[in-house]
């Protein structure tokens, strides 16, 4: 089988057979890259899962003189502790995979919230004006969801 094979021949199976290796090292290496990438994303669905959860409760403000004052008060502060906490744990999980997407995250200069900031839409079709804290801590939740949106949508350009 190997009689009459020149030294040319073995060269080049030599060389098809490094391409060959080369071939598969590369795309080796792309699709552990892609899974890796695929498991961080998935790793951030509960943060957008919870910080989603926040949006939708927001709690609704009562006037001073109202007889629940008091409780709206101190729901409201509970709420904004909440989004406190839920964008700490965010942005200490994008650090220890991307320092950059964790900048992305904290940046909440320019974005573009079309919707109107001082009136907050419920699911049940109901909205209530928000204004003070509770408005600026709606705003950065707001935010920093459509971030963690945008990091959860170009991966690649994160980690």
């Known amino acids: ?25 590369f795309e080796g290496v ?27 409760s927001v709690p609704e403000p009562s006037h001073p003189t109202h007889p629940s004052y008091s409780a709206a008060a101190k729901q409201i502060e509970e709420w904004m502790n909440s989004i406190d906490v839920w964008g700490k744990e965010t942005r200490q999980f994008l650090e220890q995979y991307s320092p950059r997407a ?24 109901r909205s209530f004006p928000i204004e003070g804290p509770q408005r600026e801590s709606y705003l950065r939740l707001v935010a920093q969801l459509n971030n963690l949106r945008s990091i959860m949508e170009k991966p690649e350009a994160y980690f």
């Open 1 to 25: 089988m190997f009689e009459g094979v020149r030294p040319f021949d073995w060269l080049m199976l030599v060389i098809e057979i490094l391409v060959l290796l080369a071939i598969l090292y």
């Open 102 to 125: 964790a900048r992305v995250f904290e940046n909440i200069a320019e974005t573009g919230i079309l919707a109107n900031p001082q009136t907050v839409h419920t699911e049940s079709r």
């Open 30 to 56: 792309g699709e552990w890259r892609y899974r890796k990438m695929r498991k961080r994303v998935a790793a951030l669905v509960p943060f957008m899962d919870r910080g989603q959860e926040l949006q939708h």
